[in-house]
Nanobody, 121 residues
């Protein structure tokens, strides 16, 4: 099976920075697109950023210029560098990855368990 494990969340003051990591492990043949989502209670999960295997990234407008998504394909790990954090960035952050477990199977989306990010003074 495949597991995604996020780390790096926590409490930070407005204007501060955090770096989230998402490590994939298990029966992995290859990992396609990776993404970071966030969710606050009572709201739908929001796509924050995505990155292709080749490193092409996209961002939701509210984080452009502040967040940077990256990946290390050799380590099967994705990252989200979050700078100039605002209280409205407070949410549970989830990583998502499209994983192929064999060369004969299609990619399947997997999710991490989520990590809490709280921006508050």
């Amino acid at each position: 099976q495949v597991q995604l494990v996020e780390s790096g969340g926590g409490l930070v003051q407005p204007g501060g920075s955090l770096r989230l990591a998402c490590a994939a492990s298990g029966s992995i043949f290859s990992i396609g697109n990776m993404g970071w989502y966030r969710q606050v209670p009572g709201k739908e999960r929001e796509l924050v950023a995505t990155i292709t295997t080749g490193g092409i990234s996209t961002y939701v407008d509210s984080v452009k210029g502040r967040f940077t998504i990256s990946r290390d394909n050799d380590k099967n790990t994705g990252y989200l560098q979050m700078n100039s954090l605002k209280p409205e960035d407070t949410a549970v952050y989830y990583c998502n990855a499209i994983v192929r477990i064999t060369m004969w199977t299609m990619g399947h989306p997997y999710w991490g368990q989520g990590t809490q990010v709280t921006v508050s003074s």
